[in-house]
């Protein structure tokens, strides 16, 4: 295979998005460039992420379980007794492969696999494999003025930042230059471009102008919303005919009882548009991306993925998960306090105010399914999953792949399209095989063969084998679902299969042993002793 053969490859991850949030999925917010991928490519329908961001990007990464890399939880070095919050140095990054076998390779945005984030240590993107970053180490904080910002191993948070600055923007900004330069000086070598955005993660902070865009969008409320939502997925051929939406979650009052005053409906409702805006604001980002792999003469040969790290999040910012969790700082660019928390009546968008959507407006970002970011029912794990690769696709530009499939598949993927080989050691030690597949056969109209797909996060667990997915929330006990017929999750069948979820729990207990899970007990006693809290369950 010759360099010029091979293709460039441009991974997008969003953060903290949910499943039906973009248009080719049927949410109502305007994402025409993530449509076009999708539209033009391939699209899943039964995609699977880690739960959860950190663990999220070490599975993506490295083709491995989260528990396996060290990252099981956050980037929190909890070593000795519990994850150290680091990539492992028995893993290999899908950019260290792709380095290797000759691509050129760029990081614009989010990290969160390092457990330091000041000083440079063996598990920073520029000592995995990236030889260009521009971004941030820490997993979230405000668009307007972001901790842990750096340029290669340089801080330029302090630096003065422009009166302009916008997060999404700059990490835009930051891989329309690498591929510019790329194209300049190294237009033989194919490029690996990973596109890891903050947005639509909190703060809910985006520019006025892109708020007001979606004016009365959301003044229906999340229940009306959520059925023409399902309409729409049915429509795009996303969920069958006779998917049900899950039950609304009992915690989320139905939209005309929500508040007392229609003026907290307002502020509830410019939540979910502040949100909205943020979304579309990454979506132009990666329009002024293609544009550069077009003026470049790449984009029929560059494969372009796009995904969320988990489901749609709940976690409201009141008052306690502010002070234990949300670190900010105190005061705008121009010295206004920042006031942090959802508050009914303060204007979500601006740099002087921190918020989160809540839970109702993840219950809609995670329409049809169950439950939300943490955990491992249908809402916490499903991501869209957008694949478009004309050189390489061929007929299946349009096509829908109902095959499951999980983050672990995705190394394997590039690394079989590029041609190079999945390193057996790095410096020294045994790399453990990768646990995914190659999804091109699935792109091709093929299929890319069955196997167990595993979850585990904070002690919510799942196994998935062929239709029947078995899940436990920490605590409790298993619950078992047929998914083709139930991805709703609402006819628990446990009690009528007592041999079959036998066999699955003893497949996921093996796997747990075999990847290095530790028990969630052993986490929060830990966290116990040392006075530390992990955010609510």
């Known amino acids: ?12 991850l969003a953060d903290d998005m ?70 492992a140095d028995e893993s290999v990054t899908v950019a260290e492969a792709l380095r290797d076998a000759g691509y050129a390779t760029y990081l614009s945005g989010k990290w969160h696999v390092a457990s330091d984030m000041e000083r440079p240590n063996h598990s920073w993107p520029t000592r995995r494999g990236f030889e260009r970053f521009y971004g941030t180490l820490e997993g979230a904080g405000s668009f307007y003025q972001p901790r842990t910002l750096h340029d290669q191993e340089t801080n330029v948070e302090e630096q003065g930042l422009d009166p302009d600055f916008y997060y999404t923007d700059a990490i835009t900004s930051a891989a329309v230059g690498f591929i510019d330069e790329h194209a300049e000086q190294r237009p033989d070598d194919p ?64 939209w005309d009882d929500a508040w007392d005053d229609a003026g907290h409906r307002a502020w509830d409702a410019a939540r979910m548009a502040t949100y909205a805006a943020q979304v579309s604001r990454m979506d132009a980002g990666v329009g002024e991306v293609l544009d550069a792999l077009e003026r470049a003469g790449r984009l029929d040969n560059t494969i372009v993925v796009f995904l969320s790290d988990n489901g749609g999040c709940a976690e409201e910012l009141d008052e306690a998960f502010v002070t234990a969790f949300v670190p900010i700082k105190p005061t705008t660019r121009d010295g206004e306090e920042v006031v942090a928390g959802n508050v009914p009546g303060l204007v979500p968008g601006p740099e002087s105010t921190y918020q989160s ?16 970011k943490h955990w491992v029912h249908e809402g916490g794990i499903s991501t869209p999953l957008l694949v478009r690769w004309p050189a390489g696709l061929g007929e299946a530009g349009g096509t ?50 069955e196997r167990d797909l595993v979850w585990e996060h904070e002690g919510n667990s799942a196994i998935r084998r062929g239709s029947w997915k078995l899940v436990r929330k920490h605590g409790q006990g298993w619950e078992l ?57």
């Open 1 to 12: 295979m010759s360099e010029q053969a091979r293709p460039d490859i441009v991974l997008i």
């Open 18 to 87: 949910g499943f039906s949030d973009i248009g080719c999925y049927g949410g109502e917010i305007d994402t025409p460039n993530l449509d076009r991928i999708g539209r033009e490519g391939a699209r899943f329908t039964q995609f699977y992420n880690t739960a959860r961001c950190s663990p999220s990007r070490a599975s993506l990464l490295t083709g491995l379980h989260p528990h396996q890399v060290g990252v099981g939880i956050l980037n929190f070095d909890d070593s000795p007794d519990g994850y150290p919050g680091d990539l």
């Open 191 to 254: 490029l690996f471009l990973y596109l890891a955005h903050t947005a639509p993660h909190w703060p809910l902070q985006a520019p006025a102008a892109d708020i007001a865009a979606y004016d009365g969008r959301f003044d229906e409320g999340w229940d009306v919303l959520r059925e023409q939502r399902l309409e729409r997925l049915v429509k795009e051929g996303i969920v069958e005919p006779d998917q049900e939406l899950a039950a609304r979650d009992p915690r989320v009052p139905a």
């Open 357 to 372: 959507y809540g839970r109702a407006w993840a219950h809609l970002s995670n329409t049809p399914f169950r439950e939300y």
């Open 400 to 449: 829908l792949v109902t095959e499951p499939a999980q983050l672990v598949d995705v190394l394997p993927t590039f690394l079989d399209a590029a041609g190079a080989s999945y390193p057996t050691e790095r410096d020294g030690h045994v790399v453990p095989p990768a646990e995914g597949v190659s999804l091109l056969p699935a792109l091709r109209g093929g299929t890319a063969g």
């Open 481 to 537: 679902y047929d998914v083709p017929a139930d991805r709703a999750e609402a006819r628990d069948l446990a009690a009528e299969h007592p041999d079959l979820v036998a066999e699955l729990s003893a497949a996921y207990e093996a796997w747990a042993e075999r990847c290095g899970v530790i028990p969630h007990e052993r986490t929060l006693a830990l966290y116990a002793e040392r006075g530390k809290g992990l955010p609510p369950e």
